[in-house]
């Protein structure tokens, strides 16, 4: 009873003595900030990652600061245009390390190989980033959360089309959303793990606003980037078993992907369009109505329709576009719907052939 008490009431300022509600990051009389010990262990963190080269860790550390800071405040435009900075030097993909700048000692030892140990040291790298990611998607499963709604939505599947069509749909959208999970990481964003909701898919829920719209349009195009490398691997598998059912999952996750790049609300795609420019919306409308009187799929109408709207519409356009995440739209939308096209042996197959 004591400790409920001690929560509910108003805590008082240390500086001026003056009660300060519990929801005011400020003490409204004096101005001194409630949180001050902690800001100032959470920037002593932030400079001790920086100092050991963990960029993400200490962005994570600073949108913790922003978290405790009034928004208003001189001290939340500081840190606040710190977190945008750090983040536009993150914008590069994540891979954990990188190959190391030429003139070290192993790039040199690798030179002498010749063309063959550039390869094989390429080939080396690729492996690990594999492996990296590896390791996240089982992070992923460790969540009890995560694991218990994966659970039932693998049983409702399975109810609907058979276990083997539902554990193909389950990996597809969990390697989807732990493509989310693995940008929100890289930028030191604090979110849940990802939840299951039969029928809708899964969401991962941010815990703090991504601080630009490039940093949230990368988080939002991450999910259909590796969501569509699955359903390559599933068209690869398909093809050299010569299986239906994995064709079948490579169309259908090529196909939720696609969903998901629909340029409007909350999905994917609306999140990367915001870092579009009009001009570049106009553009991805036009390719989005070729690939839709294509006829491959009805739903490339919604996609076109969405990207008319928001190239259109009066929801304000930054004036200068993102061109990455523009061209890595693009290649989204149209790798998807050749995925599509590839997979078709699948098409009709759903549970039936299976
Ligand atoms: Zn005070
Ligand atoms: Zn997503």
Redesign the pocket.
């Known amino acids: 009873m004591t400790t409920a008490g001690a929560v509910v009431s108003p805590r008082v ?1 240390a ?2 003595n ?1 009660q300060v509600s519990p929801a005011l990051l400020a ?1 409204p ?2 101005g ?1 900030l409630v949180h001050a010990d902690e800001l100032k262990k959470l920037a002593a963190e932030a400079a001790g990652a920086e100092n050991a080269g963990d960029a993400a860790g200490a962005l994570a550390s600073w949108r913790q600061v922003l978290d405790l800071l009034p928004s208003g405040s001189t001290q939340h435009a500081r840190v606040l245009a710190k977190v945008q900075a750090g983040s536009a030097r993150l914008a590069a993909a994540p891979g954990g390390s990188r190959p190391k700048p030429a003139g070290s000692g192993r790039s040199k030892g690798l030179a002498s190989l010749g063309a063959l140990g550039v390869l094989a040291a390429k080939f080396k790298w690729i492996i690990l980033l594999i492996l990296g990611k590896g390791k996240l998607l089982l992070v992923g499963l460790a969540q009890a959360k995560t694991f218990l709604s994966m659970a039932i939505a693998l049983g409702v599947y399975t109810m609907l089309y058979g276990w083997k069509f539902a554990l193909g749909l389950i990996a597809s959208i969990y390697v989807h959303e732990m493509g989310h999970v693995a940008w929100l990481r890289h930028y030191g964003i604090a979110a849940t793990a990802p939840m299951f909701i039969p029928g809708f898919g899964a969401f991962v829920r941010l815990k703090q606003h991504p601080a630009t719209v490039g940093e949230d349009a990368r988080v939002g195009l991450a999910g259909p980037i590796w969501g569509a490398a699955a359903a390559v691997v599933f068209l690869a598998l398909g093809a050299a078993t010569g299986s239906p059912l994995l064709l079948s999952i490579a169309r259908i996750g090529a196909w939720i992907n696609l969903f998901n790049l629909i340029p409007v609300w909350q999905l994917d795609g609306g999140r990367g369009f915001a870092a579009l420019s009009r001009g570049q919306r106009a553009l991805t409308a036009g390719v989005l109505w070729a690939l839709a009187l294509s006829g491959v799929d009805g739903m490339l109408y919604l996609l076109a329709i969405g990207a008319t709207y928001r190239a259109a519409g009066k929801t304000g356009a930054p004036p200068v576009g993102d061109r990455p995440v523009l061209a890595t739209y693009l290649a989204l939308v149209l790798g998807l719907t050749l995925l599509m096209v590839a997979a078709h042996g699948g098409a009709g197959a759903l549970p039936a052939h299976g």
């Open positions: 300022c500086e001026c003056a003490c009389s004096c001194r």
